[in-house]
């Protein structure tokens, strides 16, 4: 990003760049979704690993390194989180210290089966900003179907005293519980709010809309339901595989997109301009995203322009904070599909194409 600019001043270019449908943007992602280690020790029948298999592999020092320091002008997030549990990445503290001493906040999803005491006065002390605890279900039944190798007790334990924990430490780290909502957990969204709502150091509950396709493969944008942009693609995150290489969103790789760039080769700046993302940007901004073919798989509910007007408008960390009771307007009252526009049933015989890296 050419010359000092502030972050606002970074989000109002990235505002201007989608308001006006431009290709090449003049301000660098507010988010990235770092993939600091691809290792997990669970096996999850919603999760992309079970069809994108794994290495047991860690980012290395030198591509964390030099992503955030790319990226530290503009990002005012960076999400520790992607196909593996952070928690296996025995440098998962420095590389949230490290992020912290250049500026920028950290995020932090967790399956909880190894937040144990220790672990849990590590997060404490470290300067991570938001922790999401990722437990799908109220009950014993639905939660080891959805967490299969976990235990609902002892990771609902870990929680429970990771929250009491922060409450008692007046810690600032802000703690959602969430709960993907899928068939068999959903006739728990109220006895999962009240349990969790109970619990002293829980700030938010979450429940989230399942926006994976293993669960529902013949769901999908489609191209003719394709009405506002992806604003993912004029403000980020972007996603950092473990091994360097950088997809447009957090829902790319899973639906066998292409890689835009890769980490060392060329700067951010660069791969966020590259004509990869620049044909993306052009054909959203056309009304055709639904004729690319992950972007029609993409279960990904779409915002009113408003709304992600609104996302750059705000601070990171803000939006953040909000959107829990975004979603929770969007999919619970009588507003919803004005607001976010949720993925349906593709339609059959869509000609669909796949941008690749040019």
């Known amino acids: 990003m050419k010359g000092n600019i502030s972050r606002a001043g970074n989000r109002a270019r990235l505002l201007w760049g989608y308001l006006r449908g431009r290709e090449k943007l003049g301000g660098l992602p507010v988010e990235y979704i770092v993939e600091t280690t691809a290792k997990c020790n669970l096996y999850c029948p919603m999760c992309p690993r079970e069809t994108h298999r794994q290495p047991k592999e860690d980012m290395t020092d030198a591509i964390f390194a030099r992503l955030v320091k790319e990226a530290a002008p503009a990002a005012e997030h960076m999400m520790l989180i992607g196909l593996g549990e952070p928690l296996l990445d025995f440098k998962i503290f420095d590389r949230i210290e490290y992020c912290e001493r250049h500026g920028v906040a950290t995020l932090l999803s967790t399956n909880g089966t190894l937040l144990d005491e220790e672990a849990s006065a590590k997060l404490l002390a470290s300067g991570l900003r938001h922790v999401t605890l990722s437990f799908d279900g109220a009950t014993k039944e639905s939660y080891e179907y959805y967490r299969k190798g976990a235990a609902f007790e002892k990771v609902r334990d870990n929680f429970v005293r990771f929250a009491r924990m922060k409450h008692e430490r007046k810690a600032k780290v802000q703690v959602v519980a969430q709960m993907v909502r899928m068939e068999r957990n959903a006739g728990e969204v109220e006895e999962f709010e009240r349990y969790w709502r109970g619990v002293p150091g829980v700030d938010q509950v979450r429940i989230k809309e399942d926006e994976t396709n293993l669960m529902q493969p013949e769901a999908g944008q489609g191209a003719g339901r394709w009405k506002h942009p992806c604003h993912y693609l004029w403000r980020g995150p972007m996603y950092v595989k473990h091994n360097g290489d950088v997809y447009p969103c957090c829902q790319s790789y899973m639906l066998d997109g292409a890689p835009v760039g890769k980490v060392g080769d060329g700067g951010m700046e660069e791969i966020w301009n590259s004509e990869a993302m620049r044909e993306l940007r052009r054909m ?58 949720p993925p349906a049933k593709k339609a059959a015989g869509e000609e669909l194409v796949q941008i690749r890296k040019g």
Do not use: N
């Open 284 to 341: 959203h901004a056309a009304g055709r995203g639904g004729e690319i073919e992950m972007c029609s798989r993409c279960l990904t509910a779409i915002p009113h322009p408003l709304l992600a007007a609104g996302s750059l408008v705000l601070p990171g960390g803000l939006v953040r904070r909000l959107l829990p009771a975004v979603e929770r307007l969007a999919y619970y009252s009588k507003l919803g599909g004005k607001w976010l526009r």
